[in-house]
């Protein structure tokens, strides 16, 4: 079956899902699907982290090391993998280290 979806993965979020020989341990339409979450949660992510960073957060990092705590919570709803993503993808967003 000829797979149309235009979306592509990123090699770092493939990654979380590929075991040592670099095989997908799960269906490519779940990894395509939990990309998507993890990519508009870290899209969603931006605003609040600048605001929090302009409102008096002591800096760059302690903002997000907050959000990884966050996202590291069990009822986050991502993965701890998942969530170390997010956190390094909200980073690239904002320009930050």
């Given amino acids: 079956m000829q797979d149309d979806n235009q979306i592509l993965v990123p090699p770092s979020f493939i990654a979380l899902y ?30 609040q982290a600048q605001q929090l960073y302009h409102g008096g957060a002591r800096s760059e990092e302690g903002v997000l090391l907050g959000m990884h705590a966050g996202l590291a919570s069990a009822d986050a709803g991502v993965s701890a993998q998942e969530a170390r993503w997010i956190t390094l993808r909200l ?6 280290r």
Avoid: F, N
């Avoid at 993890?38 to 605003?47: K, Q, R, S, T, W």
């Fill in 18 to 47: 590929s075991d040592a020989r670099q095989r997908l341990a799960a269906p490519i339409h779940e990894v395509r699907a939990r990309y998507e979450l993890c990519e508009d949660l870290a899209c969603h992510l931006v605003e």
């Fill in 91 to 96: 980073a690239e967003l904002l320009g930050w």
